[in-house]
């Protein structure tokens, strides 16, 4: 999936402009690089498109930083400049378009890394 393509999803799951979502994309992948090993992040970023892909091979070393889920979205919230709430949505748009480029099981071996708060934002809410 282009880059464009990526952020338009993130915007369309998110209700936020475009420009909004790429600041989310960038801010939620990068935080995401910082909690997964070097090594599962540099294997999703072979699986999104090349622009996107420097934002989760920041990490060089094998060691996770170990934070919990208000931390993420802090730190989200913090590098878009977005309210809270729209971290939150962010984070979740991104993953779940995250999920549906890698495919299920290097995502789940990914989300098998994170605190299950941070990998329940990768689901889709339930139908009622």
Do not use: C, K, N, W
């Not at 915007?11 to 989310?24: D, F, I």
């Not at 994309?25 to 599962?40: H, K, P, V, Y």
């Not at 989200?76 to 309210?83: F, K, N, V, Y």
Request: proline share 5%; aromatic share 4%; glycine share 6%.
């Amino acid at each position: 999936m282009a880059e464009s393509q990526f952020h338009a999803r993130v915007a369309a799951r998110a209700g936020v402009p475009e420009t909004t979502a790429r600041a989310l994309t960038e801010a939620t992948l990068t935080t995401l690089a910082e909690r997964l090993s070097g090594g599962e992040a540099a294997d999703l970023s072979a699986h999104v498109a090349h622009e996107l892909r420097p934002l989760l091979a920041r990490v060089r070393t094998e060691d996770a930083e170990s934070f919990g889920y208000d931390e993420f979205l802090r730190r989200i919230a913090e590098r878009a400049g977005a309210t809270p709430a729209d971290a939150e949505r962010g984070a979740r748009a991104v993953l779940q378009a995250l999920h549906r480029v890698v495919g299920p099981a290097e995502f789940d071996r990914a989300v098998a890394q994170l605190p299950r708060e941070i990998g329940e934002l990768a689901q889709p809410a339930p139908r009622v």
